[in-house]
């Protein structure tokens, strides 16, 4: 069984950077493709990056784009995401998903992914 552990979540001013990081247990295989996503009050859940196992495939929604970096460190089993220039606009619940299958050009749907994580709050303040 994969558990996805988010965290780094909080309140920022607008303009502001926080750093969400995403630690997986289980079989590795378990989380080739990781994503973030999120979902903010009243709105469908939304994608916002993904990555491959090597690190080598990245993508981003245009909205974050610039702005968010999603790395992952396979050694610590952790996925990150960097976030820079905060807008209130980014306030919502992110979270972390992991999929079984090898990155290919669905990693902005949600039914991808096999797991998912609790969910960290973040609110960004104008």
């Known amino acids: 069984q994969v558990q996805l552990v988010e965290s780094g979540g909080g309140l920022v001013q607008a303009g502001g950077s926080l750093r969400l990081s995403c630690a997986a247990s289980?079989?590795?295989?378990?989380?080739?493709?990781m994503a973030w996503f999120r979902q903010a009050p009243g709105k469908d859940r939304e994608f916002v990056a993904a990555?491959?196992?090597?690190?080598?495939?990245?993508d981003y929604a245009d909205s974050v784009k610039g702005r968010f970096t999603i790395s992952r460190d396979n050694a610590k089993n952790t996925v990150y995401l960097q976030m820079n220039s905060l807008r209130p606009e980014d306030t919502a619940v992110y979270y972390c998903a992991a999929s079984s299958s090898f990155y290919s050009t669905d990693y902005y749907r949600g039914d991808k992914y096999d797991y998912w994580g609790q969910g960290t709050q973040v609110t960004v303040s104008s």
């Open positions: 289980g079989r590795t295989f378990s989380y080739r493709t």
């Open positions: 990555i491959s196992w090597s690190g080598g495939n990245t």
